[in-house]
């Protein structure tokens, strides 16, 4: 449900990912309502296999977006694409996935679009 860019935070001299409803979304109300409730929900979440929420706002044309961290690498899908990974590689990767959902799972959230493209 949306793009992802990467920008540099000028403020804190980092770089961001910044999540936008897609496009046919972006002037639904409705949409725009779900990805304010995914910011607040993963703001809340605080796991080192979950990434870190720094602020849900607007830009200046009035579309929502979700500023989080950046995170370096490929996604699962990306990486799947190379070929099978070592045994112990995929048991690592299941392991911690599997923390970061019972993290999620703790506080009464359901992910809803688990995808290896969603997995850095």
Request: glycine share 6%.
């Amino acid at each position: 449900m949306g793009k992802v860019y990467l920008a540099r935070d000028r403020r804190l001299n980092r770089q961001v990912a910044l999540k936008f409803p897609g496009t046919d979304l972006a002037a639904d109300p409705v949409a725009q309502r779900r990805l304010l409730r995914e910011a607040q929900s993963a703001a809340g979440l605080d796991h080192p296999f979950v990434c870190s929420i720094f602020e849900a706002s607007e830009s200046d044309d009035g579309s929502l977006f979700i500023a989080m961290e950046y995170v370096r690498g490929m996604t699962l899908k990306q990486r799947l694409a190379q070929g099978p990974p070592p045994l112990w590689q995929g048991l690592k990767w299941a392991r911690e996935l599997a923390e970061a959902l019972q993290a999620a799972h703790q506080r009464r959230l359901v992910h809803r679009d688990l995808k290896p493209a969603n997995v850095m």
